[in-house]
């Protein structure tokens, strides 16, 4: 299964690490055991064991899309497209992987690669990664900084105005985290079409994106992400995404008209013609 994390993934994924791993001693480091040719490190994946073991996991925090985990003076961060687990005392580790640390008591962290991802080991503060940079600096979604002020700023920018309602959410990292997977049930929520144009958006238009923002990443970070993803233990999430690959094809639970699926900008886009008319 290809991971996708996208913010309510990466705050699950935060948070689950925090309370399995902190405290925790690394004894080994395993990186690049498995070939892949988009498995993405910070320079020699043959180092990592030299720089992480013997430190302890101090926290772990999510960043829009990214996982970030501290031990000591050193970070792991892992991108959009890895998969993390975690393994017990008792439990094997998969055979194929791009990273494993392994701790003292015998537990383990795995994450894989499936089509692409970055799993990137490095003092903290010394990695120059726009994305990452980007996703720190930004206000996280679930906090107050990130409010209407804040959004309106954004969508009221003249650069903005020709672009469609996808492209101004989950495109060229305005809103670090907010990708095409969280983005199908947060439109179907402000009934707009991911097609709409922002310049024919009405401000009740804008309004209800803010506030479909705020609750649905909000539900779907309390309930343990999407059910189309995967926790730290393996297990889907408990949020029932309306828009998504399992529902196209399916009656609209708002109005019964069948949800419809089109490739649009680069992606697959989920929407209810009948609630979201363009």
């Known amino acids: 299964m290809i991971a996708i994390i996208e913010f309510p993934e990466a705050f699950v994924l935060a948070r689950q690490l925090n309370d399995t791993i902190v405290t925790k001693k690394i004894a080994r480091v395993t990186a690049g055991q498995t070939p892949h040719k988009f498995a993405w490190f910070n320079g020699d994946p043959q180092k990592y064991h030299g720089m992480l073991a013997g430190k302890s996991i101090d926290n772990a925090a999510g960043y829009g899309g990214m996982v970030e985990i501290q031990a000591d003076s050193m970070a792991l961060l892992f991108g959009d497209g890895v998969n993390l687990r975690f393994h017990g ?113 009405a401000e009740a238009d804008k309004n209800r994106i803010f506030h479909s923002i705020k609750t649905i990443l909000s539900s779907m970070a309390t309930l343990g992400g999407r059910n189309t993803e995967k926790d730290l233990f393996g297990n889907n999430g408990g949020y029932q995404t309306v828009m998504s690959k399992n529902n196209a094809g399916l009656p609209c639970p708002a109005c019964g008209d069948l949800i419809k699926k089109e490739s649009y900008l680069g992606g697959s886009i989920y929407f209810c013609p009948g609630c979201q008319n363009i």
């Open 89 to 201: 005392q008792n439990e094997p580790p998969p055979q194929k992987h791009q990273l494993l640390v392994e701790f003292e008591d015998g537990s383990a962290v795995s994450a894989t690669v499936q089509m692409y991802g970055g799993l990137w080991c490095f003092g903290n503060g010394n990695f120059d990664n726009v994305y990452y940079k980007t996703a720190k600096e930004k206000p996280s979604l679930l906090l107050g900084e990130f409010d209407e002020f804040y959004f309106d700023r954004m969508i009221s920018s003249p650069n903005v105005h020709k672009l469609s309602a996808k492209a101004l959410l989950a495109t060229e990292q305005r809103i670090p985290g907010l990708g095409n997977g969280v983005l199908q049930d947060i439109l179907w929520d402000a009934k707009i079409h991911p097609k709409r144009k922002v310049n024919t958006l």
